[in-house]
């Protein structure tokens, strides 16, 4: 069962409920907190967008109450050697936001958003040896769940230029896994165990915007977790060392109508290491995006974004290079109900490489946000 | 996932013996093999009435005024496909037999003047029913009787085989019909009754004596082998088989009647009360997996499949660890298996593929 895992060859997925394959490792693939409207110019400007579950200082940036939320269906296919899979799909929320603001100088915010997606499922076939003749055995591997991140966030604004913020993270979550072997041979039963994992673990953070020029807006985030704390059937197995995370990003107006943002991030990954088999590697990250934003003051009506984002993905098999994703997105917004309404969408290419597996994914992302 | 021959699984193992009579048993097996062991058998049949209703809609009887002939319905469950030309000799029985009948007692009376016919078994008949009439003669004592009528059954072939008659025990027994003559008001009608044998059972011309010491299966009485294992419990509580095959060895040729195949099978039990332990039932997709199968005269190594059982045990701890080896169908044969046993040497031997439980969390 090992071995399972850690080659990852002749996978035939079941074609539901999937999460990327370079997810299989240590506690999954990493989420995304960034709203639909932020994932349009790849997520540059998540750092200064409310909507977005990173800033625990962005929330005084809500102009009222107001509410998000926002799905993300994805359309993957893979190549591993001479396997070749497609057809596979996803469906998640990846952040749920509301927030408002307390008074002039007070904004609040609370987000449910995915910290780690663990949802996978692998089937392996291959021949073993027993009492002395090949049988041919299937195993199939599944796990089915997520770690949760939920944060709650209080922004303080002293002056007008300057937004500081703290956010107080609850981590939590189950996973259900099955391992299951079956055999050619009838001779042999079927092997099939099950366990559920549970989560549970805190983190704090810290956040900041400043806005130095009416049209520069400038985001800064910390956020540094606790452990993990991981049962597998009520029974205490691992703590895992949550990663720090840095983060940084700018927003600015260079024209009427046009606006421009970038964004770094950077987790400390290999924290998470020791609980983590040998046969996996995991590494530090980092993530980098910048893109553009056209209001409609300039262009098309509608507004229209556009961005491109580099991240590394932290867990790897043992001695294969870094795996890492390329992303292209294009976004834009409705507006209903007196602008009290929007509606972002979001579309996105993503290219991810790593453990020699090459995955393509389209990404739709929509995202609803209501300010009543 | 690892292999595993637990050469000592047997911690005790013994034998019991009269689990199922030859009259409990759902076939009954006659076997031709002059100079050697044969097998005949009895049916005694429910007494006749003396009267029969006239009506199948009214209770009133008539008396019975003449007998026209009797019918006799044979069963055939099984026998050796090769072997062609067999007969079927049918022998007038002393009336009053029964369970304590000995053969001895009902030998003399396999001759020629009680016979009634000798009849052809259909060369295409492997299974099923084949019928034959009787004189209505057949029977001079019938009243004096009490209307019960015995018959015995012995098989005549051109070489050395066997042939089982269904049992009343399988609902496919030997059935006779008399067929009668009932006055109705001085008008004589024509009516007939069936009768099953209320004791059906056959005999062995001579026992067939088993190795000392060895752990005997099957012949009749049935004979069952209990085996008491001691599993390690890393593998059978803490991890999953996925095969499980308990190994016997004949320790002298199988005897039973020639080109007969003895199927042995291996039950769990519920309770461990001895040798009345009560078995529990072979879920019917097991039952293929649970046998194993070895000609008369064979030495060959047997091979049952335990795997559901000793997958039991980690389900239901609370179930003795005993396997039980008997004969399938039990006590419908004299086929009977003398196995090594701990005190002979070549104890049964359990097999064990199994695989540890993995380590299902964050990796």
Do not use: C
């Not at chain 2, 005999?203 to 069952?224: E, H, K, N, Y």
Request: no cysteine; glycine share 10%; charged share 15%.
């Amino acid at each position: 069962m090992t071995r399972l895992v850690l080659l990852l060859v002749l996978l035939a997925p079941a074609l539901q409920a999937q999460n990327s394959v370079l997810g299989v490792r240590g506690l999954g693939f990493p989420g995304r907190w960034s709203s639909a409207l932020s994932r349009g110019v790849a997520g540059a400007d998540q750092l200064t967008d409310p909507l977005s579950a990173i800033n625990p200082g962005a929330v005084v940036l809500f102009p009222a109450a107001t509410a998000g939320i926002t799905i993300s269906g994805g359309y993957r296919d893979y190549d591993l050697g001479t396997a070749a899979v497609d057809g596979l799909r996803e469906t998640r929320f990846p952040v749920i936001v509301a927030g408002g603001r307390l008074s002039q100088r007070f904004g609040f915010g609370v987000a449910l958003s995915t910290y780690a997606e663990r949802t996978w499922d692998l089937t392996v076939t291959d021949t073993v040896m027993v009492r002395g003749t090949p049988v041919e055995v299937t195993d199939r591997l599944r796990s089915l769940g997520s770690i949760a991140n939920m944060t709650g966030a209080l922004a303080y604004r002293p002056i007008p230029q300057i937004g500081i913020g703290v956010g107080l993270h609850a981590i939590t979550g189950s996973t259900r896994l099955d391992a299951r072997r079956t055999f050619a041979d009838s001779a042999f039963r079927e092997y099939r165990q099950s366990a559920v994992t549970t989560h549970s673990g805190f983190g704090v953070g810290l956040g900041a915007v400043v806005i130095p020029v009416p049209d520069i807006r400038i985001g800064l985030a910390f956020r540094k977790d606790g452990t993990l704390a991981t049962d597998v059937d009520g029974v205490v197995q691992t703590d895992v060392s949550l990663p720090t995370m840095f983060a940084v990003g700018i927003n600015a107006i260079a024209m009427p109508g046009l606006r421009l943002a970038a964004a770094a991030i950077r987790r400390t990954w290999s924290s998470t290491a020791p609980v983590f088999a040998s046969d996996t590697d995991t590494r530090d990250t980092w993530e980098f995006s910048g893109g553009l934003g056209l209001d409609g003051a300039v262009g098309p009506p509608l507004p229209l974004r556009f961005g491109v984002r580099y991240a590394q993905l932290p867990y790897v098999p043992a001695g294969q290079p870094t795996a890492r994703e390329l992303d292209v997105a294009a976004g834009t917004s409705f507006r209903f109900g007196a602008g009290r309404g929007v509606v972002d969408l979001a579309v996105e290419r993503v290219l991810r490489d790593g453990g020699g597996v090459q995955e393509r994914v389209w990404q739709i992302t929509m995202g609803m946000t209501v300010r009543p | 996932m690892f292999d595993t021959l637990l050469l000592d699984a047997v911690v005790q193992d013994s034998t019991f013996t009269g689990f199922l009579p030859a009259y409990s048993a759902s076939v009954m097996q006659l076997v031709s093999e002059p100079g050697g062991v044969e097998a005949v058998a009895l049916a005694r049949f429910v007494a006749f009435s003396d009267s029969l209703p006239l009506s199948p809609v009214d209770t009133l009887k008539g008396p019975i005024v003449a007998t026209d002939s009797f019918r006799l319905d044979i069963p055939i469950a099984r026998r050796a496909a090769t072997i062609q030309g067999l007969q079927i000799a049918i022998h007038r029985m002393p009336a009053g037999v029964d369970t304590l009948t000995a053969y001895d007692a009902v030998a003399p009376f396999f001759h020629d003047s009680t016979a009634l016919d000798t009849l052809d078994v259909p060369d295409t008949l492997s299974v099923g029913r084949f019928l034959a009439v009787l004189p209505r003669d057949a029977f001079p004592n019938l009243d004096a009787d009490g209307r019960l009528i015995t018959l015995g059954f012995r098989l005549l072939a051109p070489e050395p085989t066997y042939l089982e008659l269904g049992a009343v025990e399988s609902t496919n027994a030997v059935i006779l019909t008399r067929f009668t003559k009932v006055d109705s008001a001085g008008t004589q009608v024509f009516r007939n009754e069936g009768r099953l044998p209320g004791l059906d059972t056959y005999f062995a011309t001579a026992d067939v004596p088993a190795p000392p010491g060895a752990l005997v299966v099957g012949g009749i009485p049935s004979a069952r082998a209990f085996l008491r294992l001691a599993v390690p419990s890393a593998i059978v509580d803490s991890s999953t088989v996925v095969r499980a095959t308990l190994i016997l060895v004949p320790v002298a040729p199988v005897v039973g009647p020639p080109g007969d195949t003895l199927i042995l099978l291996g039950a769990g039990i519920s309770a461990d009360v001895g040798a009345k332990s009560p078995l529990v039932e072979v879920p019917a997709d097991s039952v293929a997996f649970r046998v194993g199968r070895v000609a008369v005269g064979s030495t060959d190594t047997l091979r049952l499949d335990v795997t559901d059982l000793v997958r039991s045990w980690r389900a239901n701890p609370t179930r003795p660890r005993v396997i039980v080896v008997r004969a399938v169908p039990e006590g419908g044969s004299l086929s009977a298996a003398a196995l090594g046993s701990s005190l002979l040497g070549g104890a049964p031997i359990l097999q064990v593929t199994w695989i540890p439980p993995v380590t299902l969390g964050d990796r």
